[in-house]
């Protein structure tokens, strides 16, 4: 029990660190690297995101609104919402993110098939018709 006591009552050697100065300076550079490091970073990409935001943007805001940017200033934005012209403005801390295409996609709406449901229910006499002759030949 004494041997424990003594221990703990020992001064560090010279020279060197305590270790206690030692696991607070870990610590601080954890919570540096593990929380402020990259909260700047995502704050930077969205200073850039909205330095890069110009008319006719089609974007989505944090709300979930999504449109087409119409006017810029420097704190606000105005976007056009729906078919009917519907417009609201905005602060630029609003922006969630800018809809870029995806590239290729062009294609694939060029390629694309009107979609035929197997399973789907007959709306007229002629199509119940049809679909009861398929089951007896079944």
């Known amino acids: 029990m004494n041997s424990i006591l ?3 009552q020992a001064t560090p050697q010279q020279g060197g660190l305590p270790i206690g100065i030692l696991y607070i300076l870990m610590l601080g550079l954890g919570f540096y690297f593990l929380i402020l490091k990259p909260q700047k970073k995502q704050q930077k990409a969205m200073q850039n995101m909205m330095e890069e935001l110009k008319v006719g943007d089609d974007i989505v805001t ?9 006017e810029i200033d420097d704190v606000y934005f105005t976007i056009e919402t729906g078919n009917n012209g519907t417009q609201i403005k905005y602060l630029k801390y609003a922006l969630s993110y800018i809809v870029k295409p995806v590239p290729g996609y ?21 199509e119940l018709f049809i679909e009861q002759e398929k089951e007896r030949r079944l």
């Open 106 to 126: 062009e294609h694939f709406e060029e390629q694309e098939e009107e979609f035929v449901d197997e399973n789907s229910v007959p709306t007229t006499e002629e």
């Open 62 to 70: 944090k709300s979930g609104v999504s449109g087409t940017v119409l």
């Open 6 to 8: 003594l221990a703990a």
